[in-house]
């Protein structure tokens, strides 16, 4: 089946403890995203990649980090998190212009 | 500047209704393409619809049509024959620029509850 997953799908974490979000897709796209989802701001996109070792930042790309070794991995890297950063993050892939494959969002929380 | 703005935070409509939800964009990039996803109370992002700006006609897909205005920047999705499942969150999404950017830029979204 294809799709996009994410893991972990919840994590309660404290402030400072790094972590990773992992994202992977079986449909060899070389387009993908992370998205972060706050209420009342909709989807603001905080890094992708076009392809393997290629990466650009979003809108909001402060607080995080991202590798793209391998076309089906992109890993989201919070080197010290913060409160501020309680979001649910989507991890998104695509072949071409036209679609994003969403996984099923990972919701996060930041004591 | 917003780029893309959904002006209804909240829509009603009766089951079997069409309905339509708003969504205007501003770029000055000529190669732009505009996306809508529905989000159900389930979370997951569904793709719905894509218009790209040299499209000649509007982008249909079942019960979803993209209204596409191009000098007006408008790219309202139309909902037919409402179903009580259509009920969820809508965005508007825009992707600038074509083979240099993934970037894309969503709206702050659209709660559509159908009743019966």
């Known amino acids: 089946e294809a799709q996009v997953t994410q893991n972990p799908r919840y994590l309660i974490t404290v402030t400072g403890k790094k972590l990773t979000v992992t994202c992977s897709q079986n449909?060899?796209?070389?387009?993908m995203s992370w998205y972060r989802q706050d209420p009342g701001l909709g989807l603001r996109q905080i890094y992708y990649s076009m392809n393997v070792e290629v990466t650009d930042k979003g809108d909001v790309p402060e607080g995080y980090k991202v590798s793209r070794k391998e076309k089906r991995n992109f890993p989201l890297i919070l080197e010290s998190p913060s409160p501020n950063q309680t979001s649910l993050y989507f991890c998104a892939s695509s072949l071409d212009y036209n679609e994003q494959f969403f996984g099923p969002g990972t919701r996060l929380t930041v004591l | 500047a917003q780029k893309i703005t959904q002006t209804q935070p909240g829509m009603f409509v009766q089951e079997k209704e069409a309905v339509t939800l708003d969504c205007t964009y501003d770029?000055?990039?000529?190669?732009?393409?505009l996306f809508w996803y529905k989000q159900p109370s389930s979370g997951e992002m569904i793709f719905l619809i894509y218009q790209g700006s040299y499209d000649q006609q509007n982008a249909t897909e079942g019960r979803y049509s993209l209204n596409f205005q191009k000098a007006r920047k408008s790219a309202n999705l139309v909902i037919s024959a409402s179903q009580l499942g259509d009920s969820a969150m809508y965005f508007c999404a825009m992707r600038e620029g074509t083979y240099n950017t993934d970037k894309l830029i969503f709206g702050t979204g659209t709660r559509l509850q159908v009743f019966p």
């Open positions: 449909m060899n796209h070389e387009y």
């Open positions: 770029t000055s990039d000529p190669s732009y393409g």
